[in-house]
Nanobody
Framework: QVQLVESGGGLVQSGGFLRPSCATS????????MAWYRQAPGKRREMVAS???????NYTDSVKGRFVISRDNAKNMVYLQMNSLKPEDTAVYYC????????WGQGTQVTVSS
């Protein structure tokens, strides 16, 4: 059974930072490609960042240089360090194991005020 539990969102001012976490079970973050998605009100869910088995990372253009995805293999957790936050980063953030397309967590709300 795959479970993904996001936490660590919150309300922050523009220019601030947050570090959401994703606790996983039923997946192996050192093997599975893990990703963070976000969905803003009225918009489609989009992939923000991913990290593959050998550590290769990818980011959507709008967050490059500001966000860093990482994982803790021993704890089976995934993180998203978000720096220099902007109001347009406001969204619900979800982590996902790409191999398990049907499984989503409940997400964590990130709100950036201007």
């Amino acid at each position: 059974q795959v479970q993904l539990v996001e936490s660590g969102g919150g309300l922050v001012q523009s220019g601030g930072f947050l570090r959401p976490s994703c606790a996983t079970s039923g997946v192996s973050v050192c093997i599975d490609t893990m990703a963070w998605y976000r969905q803003a009100p009225g918009k489609r869910r989009e992939m923000v960042a991913s990290i593959a088995a050998f550590g290769r990372t990818n980011y959507t253009d709008s967050v490059k240089g500001r966000f860093v995805i990482s994982r803790d293999n021993a704890k089976n957790m995934v993180y998203l360090q978000m720096n220099s936050l902007k109001p347009e980063d406001t969204a619900v953030y979800y982590c996902k194991a790409l191999r398990y397309s049907s499984y989503w967590g409940q997400g964590t709300q990130v709100t950036v005020s201007s």
